[in-house]
């Protein structure tokens, strides 16, 4: 759990106080300075419209992980309250939601998420719809899993049979006991938030330009790849780092998680 | 066996009624007229009232919802994918021409990153904990966080711009294949050795297997008949999640190798606003990803007898 709040807290961190490192204004065009190498006044240098890659990397934070954040939100709401509508609602409740989820699951979430951006048209509200839509499956089965478990416990039995309504029991007796589980499938979605954020991005369907995204700048790098490389790699290396670091406090969290279970 | 096999076919029925009604949804609330933006591409800029009326008719976009999703469903279930509302060639066709580039890729792939992910994860797991181990692990993690994207972008930088052994743009020789199956592949196997690892290690606590070492039964036999059919479970469980992560990678593969494959098809068909050849392409892949799905069910099923149709 410390691995997962020192994650958050970091992250929390750069999102608010990143911009404001940024020694330039990430949208500032420049353009007799464009293109320049890494050092001097630049320090990972410039990009084809003169500005400074730093400023943008440090300012997409805020695109790249909030938006990653906020749709990996969206997609835990949802998919909680569907889990526990299937796991509460009866069997009928339960087929319809539970079909629904398969539905979902039928495509690869990234190719829908493409798709329904594509054809709603490019920009970041598309993106987040986009993105939530295709990615709340997994907190669904989550919930639906540890809920019919519960179902049969002596606490949540007496409760109905004193006549405590179902959306009581769903705060008090089955959220706390869901919270660890989708914690650990929140840092996973998070992270494929920012994957599918970028690769959205990378394609031309996520945020537009001239806003600082990792996988927009990616965009703009990979036309000048002869002539500055290294443009192109501190995108990339930001979002490798953030997504390795998401990937390991969630194993972390679950191997904590698997311990407190065992004994 | 029979009852959980109808069960599951029933279910991809549904599902895949499901997505043929999102599908559908989905193009009736693209913004903009698209009988507009049919007539753009096909005339030229200037359209009169007629012509819109007429493509508006032709599509079934003047009648209710579900009328037209009847309308637009019926030609599908017959086979009958329509013409590109683009160039007003059949779409069909060229969905085969696209699906010749991509299924050997995507096969080639999923066969390279077996080939690494099988012996790093048996190398790994010969003594846990150990630098081999840890390293292997590390490597998967990293893996798996890398974007194909960019990992593609930076094979052609090394590959092609820098060292220029291997072509980096299009689909004429064999050559031409290596560096997008290589990006696909190094996905793929940074997973599975993180899958069949921990399968490993887990089939490795089966409470019966010191009792069969006490009792002499060599180990080698021991790994295979006790440890790998048990391993095997969750790799077979996971090959569908597999399937998906390839099929997504490929979106972006094709493209930045400007392959003419399915994901290129589908990203040009939908810059373009070619609605039939979206729809075409989304259909196509969700039956095949569903019925592979309930192939892979089937297979974990026969497999696993502990697996009864409750526990779905």
């Known amino acids: 759990m410390r691995s997962v709040v020192i994650l958050v807290v970091v992250f929390a961190l750069l999102m608010v106080f990143g911009p404001m490192l940024a020694p330039y204004d990430p949208t500032a065009i420049?353009?007799?300075?464009?293109?320049?190498?890494?050092?001097?006044?630049?320090?990972?240098?410039?990009?084809?419209?003169?500005?400074?890659?730093?400023?943008?990397?440090?300012?997409?934070?805020?695109?790249?992980?909030?938006?990653?954040f906020v749709v990996s939100f969206l997609g835990l709401m949802v998919g909680t309250c569907v889990g526990l509508i299937a796991a509460q609602g009866g069997r009928f409740a339960d087929w319809i939601a539970m079909r629904t989820t398969d539905t979902f699951l039928a495509f690869p979430e990234l190719i829908a998420a493409v798709v329904i951006a594509g054809i709603l048209g490019a920009g970041t509200g598309t993106l987040v719809f986009a993105l939530a839509v295709t990615g709340w499956m997994r907190y669904a089965r989550v919930a639906r899993g540890i809920g019919l478990s519960l179902a049969t416990k002596g606490y949540v039995v007496q409760a109905r049979l004193a006549g405590m309504h179902p959306l009581a029991i769903a705060r008090w007796h089955y959220?706390?006991?869901?919270?660890?589980?989708?914690?650990?499938?929140?840092?996973?979605?998070?992270?494929?938030?920012?994957?599918?954020?970028?690769?959205?991005g990378f394609l031309g369907f996520g945020v537009q330009p001239p806003l600082p995204e990792w996988g927009t700048m990616l965009l703009d790098a990979r036309i000048h790849m002869r002539s500055t490389p290294l443009q192109m790699i501190w995108p990339g290396i930001a979002v490798v780092v953030s997504v390795l670091a998401i990937n390991l406090a969630?194993?972390?969290?679950?191997?904590?998680?698997?311990?407190?279970?065992?004994? | 066996?029979?009852?959980?096999?109808?069960?599951?076919?029933?279910?991809?029925?549904?599902?895949?009624?499901?997505?043929?009604?999102?599908?559908?949804?989905?193009?009736?609330?693209?913004?903009?007229?698209?009988?507009?933006?049919?007539?753009?591409?096909?005339?030229?800029?200037?359209?009169?009232?007629?012509?819109?009326?007429?493509?508006?008719?032709?599509?079934?976009?003047d009648t209710g919802f579900w009328t037209a999703f009847w309308a637009w469903l019926s030609p599908l279930l017959a086979g009958d994918?329509?013409?590109?509302?683009?160039?007003?060639r059949a779409v069909w066709?060229?969905?085969?021409?696209?699906?010749?580039?991509?299924?050997?890729?995507?096969?080639?792939?999923?066969?390279?990153?077996?080939?690494?992910?099988?012996?790093?994860?048996?190398?790994?797991?010969?003594?846990?904990?150990?630098?081999?181990?840890?390293?292997?692990?590390?490597?998967?993690?990293?893996?798996?966080?890398?974007p194909a994207f960019w990992l593609g972008l930076l094979l052609i930088l090394l590959f092609a711009v820098q060292l220029g052994w291997l072509p980096a743009m299009g689909a004429d020789t064999r050559a031409h294949a290596v560096l997008p199956a290589l990006t696909l592949a190094l996905g793929v196997a940074a997973s599975l050795t993180r899958i069949i690892r921990?399968?490993?290690?887990?089939?490795?606590?089966?409470v019966f297997l010191p009792a069969f070492r006490r009792r002499g039964i060599p180990p080698r036999n021991i790994a295979r008949d006790h440890v790998a059919p048990h391993a095997a479970i969750p790799v077979i469980t996971v090959l569908g999640l597999e399937l998906a992560f390839l099929l997504e990678g490929l979106v972006v593969v094709e493209v930045i190798f400007a392959r003419?494959?399915?994901?290129?098809?589908?990203?040009?068909?939908?810059?373009?606003?070619?609605?039939?050849?979206?729809?075409?392409?989304?259909l196509l892949a969700a039956v095949i990803f569903v019925i592979v799905n309930l192939a892979i069910d089937l297979i974990y099923r026969s497999l696993d007898p502990r697996m009864d149709g409750r526990n779905a």
């Open chain 1, 175 to 200: 959220l706390p006991s869901l919270l660890p589980s989708l914690t650990v499938v929140w840092t996973g979605m998070f992270a494929r938030a920012i994957l599918g954020i970028s690769a959205l």
């Open chain 2, 81 to 88: 994918f329509g013409q590109s509302s683009v160039t007003g």
């Open chain 2, 260 to 282: 003419p494959g399915l994901g290129s098809f589908l990203v040009n068909a939908i810059y373009a606003r070619d609605f039939p050849k979206v729809q075409a392409v989304v």
């Open chain 2, 1 to 61: 066996m029979i009852r959980i096999a109808a069960d599951l076919i029933l279910r991809a029925f549904v599902v895949l009624t499901g997505v043929a009604l999102a599908t559908f949804a989905l193009l009736w609330h693209a913004p903009g007229d698209p009988a507009l933006s049919i007539a753009e591409a096909r005339y030229g800029t200037v359209v009169s009232k007629e012509v819109l009326d007429f493509i508006r008719a032709e599509a079934g976009f």
């Open chain 2, 93 to 146: 066709p060229d969905l085969m021409t696209a699906m010749s580039y991509t299924l050997p890729l995507a096969l080639v792939s999923l066969a390279i990153g077996l080939a690494i992910s099988v012996p790093l994860a048996l190398i790994a797991t010969r003594r846990p904990g150990s630098w081999m181990d840890r390293g292997a692990v590390a490597l998967a993690s990293v893996g798996v966080a890398i």
């Open chain 1, 250 to 263: 969630g194993d972390a969290l679950r191997d904590v998680l698997a311990e407190q279970e065992s004994p």
């Open chain 2, 198 to 206: 921990s399968g490993i290690l887990e089939a490795r606590t089966q």
């Open chain 1, 30 to 68: 420049n353009i007799p300075k464009r293109l320049q190498p890494p050092g001097g006044e630049w320090l990972l240098g410039t990009d084809a419209l003169g500005r400074d890659i730093l400023s943008r990397l440090l300012h997409g934070a805020r695109w790249s992980l909030g938006l990653a």
